[in-house]
C-alpha cells in the first residue's frame, strides 16, 4: 500500500476491526466488485487481515489495533468561521496555497478598481480622508 491509504482501506479495516461478519455483507455488487476483491488480497498479502477456519475473512492482524485504534482517536473537525486578518501571508510552502493566495488578491485588485468613483469617495469620508 505505501504512502495514503484509500477511503476503501480504510472502511474496509474499520469494518474488520469492529465486526466478524463479511465486509459489504448485504451489498453483494459492492462485496464482489474488483476494487474489495484487489484490496482483500493486497491486505491479505501484507498480513493487515487474516481469515477464519472457514476461509472467510476474519479481522484485523493485532499488529494493525494500534492503528485503527489511533484513527478512531482523530476527532472530527469544527466548522468554524474565520475572519481574515489585514496582514496577507507572502509565502507558503504550499504550492495550492500560493496560487490560491494570488487568486483571491488578483480579486480584490479587480474589485478595488471597478468600484464607482462614489464609492471611492464614501470610503474616504469613512476613513476620515478628504476627497476632490
Known amino acids: 500500500m505505501g504512502g495514503r491509504i484509500s477511503p476503501l482501506a480504510i472502511g474496509m479495516l474499520l469494518h474488520y476491526f469492529a465486526r466478524t461478519d463479511r465486509y459489504a455483507a448485504n451489498e453483494p455488487e459492492h462485496r464482489d466488485s474488483w476494487a474489495v476483491r484487489e484490496l482483500h488480497q493486497k491486505l491479505s498479502r ?8 472457514e476461509g472467510e475473512w476474519a479481522g484485523v492482524d493485532a499488529a494493525l489495533r494500534p492503528y485503527i485504534e489511533a484513527l478512531c482517536s482523530v476527532p472530527l ?5 474565520v475572519m481574515p486578518s489585514n496582514s496577507k501571508p507572502t509565502d507558503h510552502s504550499d504550492p495550492a496555497m500560493n496560487a490560491w493566495i494570488a487568486q483571491v488578491r488578483w480579486i480584490e485588485q479587480t474589485l478595488n478598481r471597478s468600484k464607482p468613483q462614489w464609492w471611492n469617495r464614501r470610503e474616504q469620508q469613512r476613513s476620515g480622508g478628504t476627497h476632490a
Not at 473537525?77 to 468561521?81: E, G, K
Open 77 to 81: 473537525p469544527v466548522r468554524a468561521w
Open 46 to 53: 501484507l498480513g493487515l487481515i487474516e481469515r477464519d477456519a
